[in-house]
Every structure is written in C-alpha cells, then in structure tokens.
C-alpha cells in the first residue's frame, strides 16, 4: 500500500518567495497532520484536520502560514512570505479514527525546506 | 497535561548487545504510548504502541516496551543490536479520548558499535 507521500522532498528558496508543500494522506484515513521538525525545537504540531476540516491551527507559528485541504486526498502547506527562521523539515502525517480508537500516525518523508 | 521524558539524548552500544532506551510519561489520563524510529532523512516508522491491554508490547524488528504504570515508564528494548538499529527513537504519549495531539519526547540517538 502507497504510504504518506509528501512532494517536493528538498525546496530551496529565496526569502520572500512563497513556498507550497504538498500532502497526499493514505486512502481512508480521516485525520491529517502537518509537523515542523528543527534540531531546536524538535518535532511540533502546526495542524491537523478531521474529515478535510481544520480542527485545531494553534501551532501555526504566524500568519504567514497557511493549510488547506481542499477534499479527502490532498494538503497543502503555504508559507507567504517565507523567511529564513522557517527553514526546517516539515511532514505530513495522516491516520484512521484518531486518539480515540488509538490509531497510530503514519508519517511521510518529509519535505527538507531551505530559505535562503 | 501530558508530556513525555526520554532520559538520554545519546545512546551507544555494540553490535549483538542488549539496547535500553528509556522513556517516562506524565499524563493526566490512561495514556497511549508508542515509540517511533526515524532513519537519516525519512519520516517516523511506528515501532510499536501500548493502548491499555497487554503491559509488555511487542514490535517490530525486535523491539519490545513495557508499560509500568507505578513507574511511570515505558522503556523501550532489543536483545541483541543490529547495525540498522542505528536511528532516532522517539517515545510520544496520547491522550485516550478527545484530543488528537501527539507529544514527542526529545529523541535519543542510538549508535551502534560494529
């Protein structure tokens, strides 16, 4: 079975551009997850959804960032403008039923994102 | 509150000896806890998870943890090392009900000694 699959792997940019990632979860799964993971502040929630809906976005850093998921197989993560602070690997990570039915997450490789 | 303590960042064994990787929780709740591996510039594999059955769970590739609960521990263990052993290990704790959040731990780094 196809796992997380996250594209682009590796994005350099310059700063102020803006930057897509982009998500596509494991079939039947209803939970989606974005995490930012940097040698400083480890792994940190940025947001997930429930059945396409943003349940909970308090981990977004600033409004700079932004997260969508426009139907049951697709994410995005945009980052306008980007800066060179929010250079770091991001991941997806989706799963069936959540904490309540004690599903695992399942993570994809990550994208490794540089700003220049 | 939650949150999750791995007692060493660095752990180094050799190849063919016991692996101890330490974990303890804090939770406010019956917790679910699992442990994740992370390879050199992949995502996080689910090693293994305990959800309020059996205290002693079992893994793959050998791994094994055992919930304690008076100890507030869930240390993570291998017999006997292999060189693709070598990764990040992360221990993470969830609440049972409501909240979808994960906690990690900091992460320790196994080496292995060939």
């Known amino acids: 079975d196809a796992g997380v699959i996250q594209s682009p792997r590796h994005e350099v940019t310059e700063m102020g551009q803006e930057v897509t990632l982009r998500c596509k979860p494991i079939?039947?799964?209803?939970?989606l997850f974005w995490y930012r993971q940097t040698m400083m502040r480890g792994l940190e929630l940025l947001i997930y959804?429930?059945?396409?809906?943003?349940?909970?976005d308090s981990g977004m850093p600033e409004d700079r960032f932004s997260a969508k998921m426009p139907n049951a197989s697709f994410s995005t993560l945009k980052i306008q403008p980007s800066e060179p602070r929010d250079s770091a690997v991001y991941f997806c990570?989706?799963?069936?039923?959540?904490?309540?039915?004690?599903?695992?997450?399942?993570f994809g490789d990550g994208t490794r994102l540089s700003i220049l | 509150a939650q949150s999750v303590t791995q007692l060493d960042s660095h752990v180094s064994v050799s190849e063919g000896t016991p692996v101890l990787l330490r974990c303890n929780y804090s939770?406010?709740?019956?917790?679910?806890l699992f442990w994740y591996v992370q390879h050199p510039n992949k995502g996080l594999q689910l090693l293994l998870k305990?959800?309020?059955?059996?205290?002693l769970v079992k893994g793959i590739n050998g791994f094994e943890a055992e919930f304690k609960k008076s100890e507030t521990s869930f240390h993570l263990t291998k017999p006997s090392a292999h060189m693709s052993d070598a990764a990040e290990y992360f221990c993470?704790?969830?609440?049972?009900?409501?909240?979808?959040?994960?906690?990690f731990g900091t992460g320790t780094r196994l080496t292995i000694i060939p």
């Open positions: 990570a989706s799963s069936f039923g959540g904490a309540t039915r004690d599903q695992p997450q399942h």
């Open positions: 079939s039947g799964h209803d939970y």
């Open positions: 959804f429930n059945n396409n809906v943003p349940i909970d």
């Open positions: 939770s406010s709740y019956s917790p679910s």
């Open positions: 305990y959800t309020s059955a059996a205290t």
């Open positions: 993470v704790v969830s609440r049972y009900f409501g909240n979808e959040k994960l906690t």
